[in-house]
């Protein structure tokens, strides 16, 4: 089945790039409107060998992970007090309904104002477009716990701690892995548009850089980086998800 599974894949990426490829030959497109797959793989060789390629997608890495995991333990410790407490829940939700109306990328002008710092400040982007989806998947986790398993647990005279081991965190588990594959690829979008708005490093520069030179070639190539970073971090995820709930498919 796996191996049926990667053939597909193969063949579908293999459909696609000849469909690619003729429909450039058949408009007889220009290289900075349209270009070929070969010229993409040119320019990528390119870019790999001189090294640019390797040193601004180091950068959005680092950028991308550091926002997943300050935008993931934020979001996971504030889900679980509002989870655990309707007072500031009432309070809290409010600012943060708030804060998720506005647009990432109106804030990133300001973001640019109040930090000065292009790395950190990426950072900072980043983990508030993924912040809300797992903030919300968190609390509906936590919430989802059977109130009988909870009064067993009372009457097992459980301690805080053992309840969210052994309780908690099982029933959250698989509502929290989901929205961490939304938010893995949510990083990827908030480090693109923090190095949008103020930064002469990472893969973002490089689609500026490579869009003001009509460089189309060079644009797909960090266009298609960010997909390989995106579709990796997915897969890591959805192994962490195989691995962690491994004890839901043997029930």
Same mark, same amino acid.
């Given at each position: 089945?796996?191996?049926?599974?990667?053939?597909?894949?193969a063949?579908?990426?293999?459909?696609?790039?000849?469909?690619?490829?003729?429909?450039?030959?058949w408009?007889?497109?220009?290289?900075?409107?349209?270009?070929?797959?070969?010229?993409?793989?040119?320019?990528?060789?390119?870019?790999?060998?001189?090294?640019?390629?390797?040193?601004?997608?180091?950068i959005?890495?680092?950028?991308?992970?550091?926002?997943?995991?300050?935008?993931?333990?934020?979001?996971?410790?504030?889900g679980?007090?509002?989870?655990?407490?309707?007072l500031?829940?009432?309070?809290?939700?409010?600012?943060?309904?708030?804060?998720?109306?506005?647009?990432?990328? &109106?804030?990133?002008? /300001?973001?640019?104002?109040?930090?000065?710092? #292009? =790395? $950190?400040?990426?950072?900072? @982007? *980043?983990?508030?477009?993924l912040?809300?989806?797992?903030?919300?998947?968190?609390?509906?986790?936590l919430?989802?716990?059977?109130?009988?398993?909870?009064?067993?647990?009372?009457?097992?005279?459980?301690?805080?701690?053992?309840?969210?081991?052994?309780?908690?965190?099982?029933?959250?588990?698989?509502?929290?892995?989901?929205?961490?594959?939304?938010?893995?690829?949510?990083?990827?979008?908030?480090?693109?548009?923090?190095?949008?708005?103020?930064?002469?490093?990472?893969?973002?520069?490089?689609?500026?850089? &490579?869009?003001?030179? /009509?460089?189309?070639?060079?644009?797909?190539? #960090? =266009? $298609?980086?960010?997909?390989? @970073? *995106?579709?990796?971090?997915?897969?890591?995820?959805?192994?962490?998800?195989?691995?962690?709930?491994?004890?839901?498919?043997?029930?």
């Open positions: 089945m796996r191996l049926a599974r990667a053939a597909l894949g063949a579908s990426v293999a459909l696609f790039l000849f469909l690619w490829d003729a429909l450039v030959r408009q007889d497109y220009p290289t900075f409107i349209l270009p070929s797959p070969a010229d993409v793989a040119e320019r990528f060789l390119v870019t790999l060998a001189d090294g640019s390629l390797w040193r601004h997608a180091s959005t890495l680092t950028e991308i992970l550091a926002g997943l995991l300050l935008g993931v333990i934020v979001a996971t410790l504030l679980y007090l509002l989870a655990k407490s309707p500031l829940d009432q309070l809290v939700s409010p600012y943060i309904v708030a804060l998720q109306s506005f647009p990432v990328v &109106a804030l990133a002008p /300001l973001l640019v104002i109040w930090i000065h710092n #292009a =790395l $950190f400040r990426t950072i900072i @982007i *980043a983990a508030l477009v912040f809300f989806p797992v903030l919300v998947t968190t609390i509906v986790g919430r989802s716990v059977e109130p009988e398993l909870a009064a067993v647990m009372r009457s097992l005279q459980a301690t805080r701690w053992q309840t969210f081991i052994k309780l908690e965190v099982p029933f959250a588990l698989p509502v929290f892995l989901g929205a961490l594959k939304i938010g893995a690829t949510l990083a990827v979008i908030g480090a693109v548009i923090g190095e949008f708005v103020g930064s002469d490093r990472g893969l973002g520069f490089l689609i500026n850089l &490579a869009q003001g030179m /009509l460089d189309t070639p060079l644009l797909f190539v #960090a =266009l $298609f980086t960010l997909v390989f @970073i *995106a579709l990796g971090l997915y897969g890591l995820v959805s192994l962490l998800e195989y691995r962690l709930l491994a004890w839901k498919r043997a029930e």
